[in-house]
């Protein structure tokens, strides 16, 4: 997976093509490569076409929010592209054949000056997404850790706290307020017909593996 935490396509990334690099080596010797980002845009870019059209490459695009080009939004990032640019880029990788899944991730409760997605936020991103031609969505709830904005973690610990369980080094929301949390997400995926992955939330909703499958492993799992 490239990459889980940090984006590989930022704008140092048209300077020095280091995630390229890495992709093509990783390809060429046999990998099979899921590549996460906010910028699918780059995948279309002069130079990545043999990176992009391989069989072996296949695409997840996070989408938290439609609030991540606001400045000021708990959503912003100054890393990711304008949002219509993310959509017509991931239209285009889909009309080229590509599997591309959509990441909501993570869905947020609303508690005071820290207001999650809504459910109409929440319907209008997987709408977006069937339209552009997302073959999967995947989606889990926030887990509450020292990686959280502190001022975001000092809002939220005491109701994490009352209405969690600890996971490892993380607290995590119990199973009713989890379910209600991703039930939009779910409805949404119903409505425009498109497969729905809880991911780790898997024991309080239904959903598909969230395992990439392509024609290259006759139906097995390429990812867990």
Same mark, same amino acid.
């Given at each position: 997976?490239?990459?889980? @935490?940090?984006?590989?396509? $930022? ?5 020095? !093509? /280091? ?21 699918? $845009? ?14 072996? #490459? ?20 100054? +890393? ?15 009309? $080229?054949?590509?599997? +591309? ?13 820290? $207001? ?5 936020? #929440? /319907?209008?991103?997987?709408?977006? @997404?069937?339209?552009?031609? +997302?073959? !999967? ?52 995926? !119903? ?10 939330? @898997? ?18 799992? #390429?990812?867990?």
């Amino acid at each position: 997976m490239v990459s889980s @935490s940090t984006d590989p396509f $930022q704008p140092i990334e048209r300077h020095y !093509a /280091d995630s390229r690099f890495a992709l093509e080596a990783l390809l060429e010797n046999g990998f099979l490569v899921l590549v996460m980002t906010r910028n699918p $845009q780059m995948l279309l870019e002069e130079g990545y076409a043999h990176v992009t059209g391989h069989p072996r #490459l296949q695409i997840d695009v996070s989408i938290p929010s439609l609030r991540e080009n606001e400045l000021g939004s708990i959503w912003y990032s100054p +890393v990711a592209a304008p949002l219509n640019e993310t959509y017509a880029a991931i239209a285009e990788l889909a009309r $080229q054949g590509k599997y +591309v899944r959509v990441k909501i991730e993570p869905v947020v409760p609303s508690l005071g000056e820290v $207001q999650g997605q809504t459910p109409q936020e #929440l /319907d209008e991103i997987v709408r977006k @997404s069937k339209e552009a031609g +997302v073959q !999967a969505i995947l989606s889990k709830t926030m887990r509450l850790n020292t990686s959280v904005p502190p001022w975001m973690y000092r809002r939220l610990i005491t109701f994490f706290t009352e209405n969690g369980t600890a996971e490892r080094t993380t607290l995590a929301l119990s199973e009713p307020l989890r379910k209600a949390l991703l039930a939009p997400v779910l409805d949404a995926c !119903a409505r425009y017909q498109i497969p729905f992955c809880p991911c780790v939330d @898997s024991d309080t909703i239904s959903g598909v593996s969230c395992r990439v499958q392509t024609s290259l492993t006759k139906g097995k799992p #390429l990812y867990g």
